[in-house]
């Protein structure tokens, strides 16, 4: 899992305990951190050293969780890993995204900035770590923008975007495809994250798996 020569651990993020569960299974030397306010388990994946945080649901407890893992526990790498809606036509239940692009979809300090942009940065898309994008591609077994594996469903690379709000009807999944032409899919936790990372300098990556389109229907 390392994508360079320091050997500090890396850190997985999920929102939700469906979203951890399968990742503690593979945990080995598994121990859990008395870490208050959030839950951690320390241990290794694969033989490479691995903290499991779960986050909450939402922007700000996914940047606090980030950044009490850079604080304390000098993570060196983030990945993020959970479900999202699909936004993008081309992209259907059981699909996985990449995000290689992270956006707060609900940021609108106009008109003193840009609609998008983070006040006073002059950014309104954070980057994914390159170097770790393309190792989580070639995990899954996935070197281009969109990718078939073996497993039967398709891997998006691109826009992810984030907002304190649970997309779920056919005028909100719209409004963000105007919006947004290019934005894969939406969620709640992984902008927030980026931003954490860009300021730290952190190697930074999310992992969606597409649960639902963001429609009416996505809360069946």
């Not at 500090?8 to 080995?28: K, N, W």
């Amino acid at each position: 899992m390392s994508t360079s020569s320091n050997t500090g651990p890396t850190a997985i993020i999920s929102a939700l305990p469906e979203e951890q569960r399968g990742l503690i299974d593979l945990l080995s030397n598994h121990e859990h951190l008395a870490q208050i306010p959030r839950s951690l388990e320390r241990g290794l994946i694969h033989g490479q050293p691995v903290i499991l945080a779960l986050a909450g649901v939402g922007k700000v407890s996914a940047a606090t969780t980030a950044t009490l893992l850079i604080e304390r526990h000098q993570v060196q790498r983030i990945i993020f890993t959970g479900v999202a809606g699909g936004v993008a036509a081309q992209v259907n239940v059981g699909d996985v995204v990449v995000g290689s692009e992270y956006l707060q979809h609900d940021m609108d300090a106009s008109p003193l900035f840009p609609r998008f942009e983070i006040p006073y940065t002059g950014i309104s898309r954070y980057s994914g770590d390159a170097a770790l994008v393309a190792h989580v591609l070639g995990a899954l077994g996935a070197d281009s923008m969109l990718a078939s594996n073996q497993k039967g469903f398709n891997i998006h690379q691109g826009l992810i975007v984030s907002g304190d709000r649970f997309v779920s009807s056919k005028q909100e999944v719209q409004a963000l495809r105007d919006a947004l032409p290019d934005a894969l899919c939406v969620e709640m936790e992984g902008a927030a994250i980026a931003q954490v990372c860009h300021d730290y300098h952190i190697p930074f990556v999310a992992v969606r798996s597409i649960s639902d389109k963001a429609d009416d229907h996505a809360c069946n």
